[in-house]
C-alpha cells in the first residue's frame, strides 16, 4: 500500500512496531560488545528507552503528529539509558523538533526531519565518532534523500531507501572502527538502530506486529536514611569526620581503625601515612578526636548531629543543606561506602544497569538540598546524568568519573563549605590522580588488540582497557598491580565482589602486602556482580 503521509496514528503504530521488534532482538545486540566482558547493555539500553517512548503512545493516541512525536520525545528522553539511549533519544528528540506546527508530513518533510535528527544527535555529543550509531543516522538520512530527489517520492520508497542506506553503513562500521573489525563485530548502537528502522518499516508497509505489552520496574534508587518521615531511633548520634595530618611520625592508620572499631559504626579510614580521611557514626567524638590529636594535627573537623538533622528532614520539601550529593553504585558494600562518606542518595545501578534520566531527576528532587553533584562512577552513565542535569529544577552538576574508586576519590575532595563550581573542578581534579584496576571474566571467546581470549578465562583491565588475561584470579590481580604500580603509589584500596569469599581476598591482599611492603593495603566488601575485585591506586 503506497504511503502519502504520515500522521500521530501511523507514527505511533511504526514506534510502537519499532519497539517490539527491538525488545526481541535487544539481546543480539548486547552480545555484540567489543570487550567479551559480561557488562554488554547497548540492546537492553535501547530498548528500554524505545520502551519509555513507545508508553506515551500507546497511553495517549493522538492523530496530531506534533502532538504524538512530542510525547514520545519526552518518554526517549526520561527513559534514556546509557550513551546509546541517550543518542537514540537525541534523534527522536530532533524528529520530534522538525514536525513541530505539523498534523501530517510528506515524504520530504519526513526526509528533512531525519536530517534534523542527525544533526541533533551529533550536537549531543563532545566529540562524535564515526563507525557508530551517529554514522548510521546520518548515511540513512542521505540515502532517503537521495531516494527522494532521484526515485519514487512515496514515504514507503524513502522509508526503505533510510533503511537500507543504515543497513549498508552498519557493514561499513567495522572499516571505521578497527576495534570491531578485530573484535569481528558491527557497532551496537548502528545495529540497534537498524532494527527500530526495520521494525517502523514493517508498520509502514502493513504487515501485522505484535504491540508491546509495556511495564516498567520500580526505580531502583536507594536513600540515604534522610527522607523518611518516621523519627527513627539512632544508635549513634554523631556524624564525625576529619582530616588527619602526621606531626613526626607516620600516620598508623591500621592502628586507627582498630581502635575506632567499637567506638560507633559507618566507620570509614582511608589515606596514606602523611594523611588520612576519618569518617565515624558515634557517641563519643571527643574521645575520637583525642585519640587522634596524639597521633598527628587535625584539619577540616566535621561534626553533625543526626538526630537534631533527621528532625529537620522530616519537614516535607525543605532543603537543609545547599550543596548534594547522588552518586551511581552497585553492590550493597560499595553503596555501604558512599553513604558513610555522606553521599546523600546512591543509585543503584552501573555496569548492566544504567540508570536513566528520569532515575537521575527523581533523585535530584527527592535530595534535601539547594545544589546537587551528581557522580556517574561509569562512562556510559555519565550522558543521562548530563541530560537530567540540563532539565533539572536545581542547580546541578555531574563530575566525570568513570569508575567507583574515582567516584570515592572526588568524595575525597568534597567541602561542604565550598560552592558547586569549585567543587566539580577540585573533585574531578582529584579523579585524575587515581588508577583504576578491575578484574572480571570473558563471556565468549574473542580476539582483542594482540589478546587471544578463551571463554572464561580472568580478564584484568586498567583503566578501562584489556591488560592481560590469566587462568587464577589472584595470579591476575598480582600482575596487574606490578604493571601500574608507580614510585610515588602509597595506598591500594581493594573491594571484593559478592562471588568473592572474604577470606579469600584477606588472604590475598595478605600475601600482596608482604610482597609490597611500602605500601599501604585497604580491604573492603564491594559486593558488586560480575567483577570479582575493584582496585585503586593512589
Not at 497511553?59 to 496530531?64: Q, T
Not at 514507503?156 to 571505521?176: D, I, R
Not at 592502628?255 to 566507620?267: M, P, Q, T, V, Y
Request: charged share 20%; net charge negative; glycine share 8%.
Amino acid at each position: 500500500m503506497r504511503v502519502e503521509k504520515i500522521d500521530g496514528v501511523l507514527w505511533s503504530k511504526m514506534l510502537i512496531a519499532a519497539s517490539a521488534y527491538l525488545e526481541e532482538r535487544k539481546q543480539a545486540v548486547d552480545e555484540l560488545n567489543v570487550f567479551p566482558v559480561p557488562d554488554g547493555d547497548t540492546g537492553t539500553n535501547m530498548s528500554l528507552t524505545m520502551v519509555s517512548a513507545a508508553k506515551t503512545l500507546l497511553d495517549n493516541r493522538e492523530h496530531n503528529l506534533e502532538k504524538a512525536t512530542k510525547l514520545m520525545a519526552h518518554g526517549a528522553l526520561m527513559g534514556a539509558r546509557g550513551n546509546s539511549g541517550v543518542i537514540l533519544s537525541q534523534l527522536l528528540a530532533g524528529f520530534a523538533k522538525s514536525t513541530e506546527g505539523k498534523k501530517e508530513i510528506n515524504a520530504l518533510e519526513f526526509c528533512q526531519a531525519l536530517a534534523v535528527s542527525v544533526e541533533t544527535a551529533y550536537k549531543a555529543v563532545m566529540n562524535p565518532v564515526e563507525g557508530t550509531i551517529l554514522t548510521v543516522s546520518r548515511e540513512a538520512s542521505e540515502a532517503a534523500m537521495n531516494e527522494l530527489e532521484n526515485g519514487d517520492d512515496s514515504l514507503n520508497s524513502v522509508f526503505q531507501a533510510a533503511y537500507h542506506g543504515a543497513y549498508e553503513a552498519l557493514q561499513k562500521t567495522p572499516l571505521m572502527l578497527p576495534v570491531l573489525q578485530q573484535a569481528g563485530v558491527v557497532d551496537a548502537g548502528g545495529q540497534g538502530l537498524v532494527y527500530i528502522l526495520e521494525g517502523m518499516l514493517t508498520a509502514l508497509d502493513g504487515v501485522l506486529f505484535k504491540e508491546l505489552i509495556i511495564s516498567f520496574p520500580p526505580l531502583n534508587i536507594d536513600n540515604k536514611e534522610t527522607a523518611f518521615v518516621e523519627k527513627k531511633v539512632l544508635t549513634y548520634q554523631y556524624c564525625t569526620e576529619f582530616i588527619l595530618k602526621k606531626k613526626d611520625k607516620e600516620l598508623p592508620l591500621q592502628e586507627i581503625k582498630a581502635f575506632l572499631a567499637d567506638k560507633g559504626d559507618c566507620l570509614l579510614v582511608v589515606g596514606n601515612s602523611e594523611t588520612g580521611k576519618i569518617h565515624i557514626h558515634t557517641n563519643l567524638p571527643g574521645k575520637v578526636l583525642d585519640y587522634c590529636t596524639g597521633l598527628g594535627s587535625l584539619h577540616q573537623i566535621q561534626i553533625d548531629n543526626m538526630s537534631e538533622q533527621s528532625d529537620e528532614m522530616s519537614i516535607k520539601g525543605e532543603a537543609i543543606k545547599r550543596l548534594g550529593i547522588i552518586t551511581v553504585s552497585f553492590g550493597s558494600g560499595l553503596n555501604d561506602v558512599f553513604r558513610s562518606l555522606g553521599v546523600d542518595m546512591v543509585i543503584n545501578g552501573g555496569q548492566t544497569m544504567n540508570p536513566s534520566t528520569q532515575e537521575f531527576i527523581n533523585a535530584i528532587e527527592q535530595v534535601m538540598t539547594e545544589e546537587v553533584i551528581i557522580l556517574p562512577n561509569n562512562k556510559n552513565v555519565f550522558l543521562a546524568a548530563e541530560q537530567a542535569a540540563n532539565v533539572a529544577s536545581k542547580p546541578t552538576q555531574v563530575v566525570a568519573t568513570k569508575t567507583i574508586p574515582e567516584g570515592i576519590a572526588a568524595l575525597m575532595a568534597f567541602s561542604a563549605e565550598s560552592d558547586l563550581e569549585t567543587n566539580k573542578s577540585k573533585m574531578e581534579d582529584a579523579c585524575k590522580q587515581m588508577i583504576t584496576l578491575e578484574v572480571t571474566y570473558a563471556i565468549r571467546d574473542a580476539q582483542y588488540e594482540n589478546h587471544l581470549i578463551k571463554k572464561g578465562q580472568i580478564l584484568g583491565l586498567g583503566e578501562g582497557k584489556l591488560v592481560l588475561t590469566g587462568s587464577k584470579i589472584e595470579d591476575v590481580v598480582e600482575q596487574l598491580i606490578n604493571q601500574f604500580l608507580q614510585p610515588n603509589h602509597e595506598l591500594i584500596t581493594v573491594y571484593y565482589g559478592e562471588n568473592i569469599q572474604e577470606k579469600d581476598a584477606a588472604e590475598m591482599v595478605e600475601a600482596l602486602s608482604q610482597k609490597y611492603t611500602q605500601i599501604d593495603f585497604e580491604l573492603h566488601y564491594g559486593g558488586q556482580p560480575l567483577y570479582y575485585y575493584l582496585i585503586s591506586l593512589e
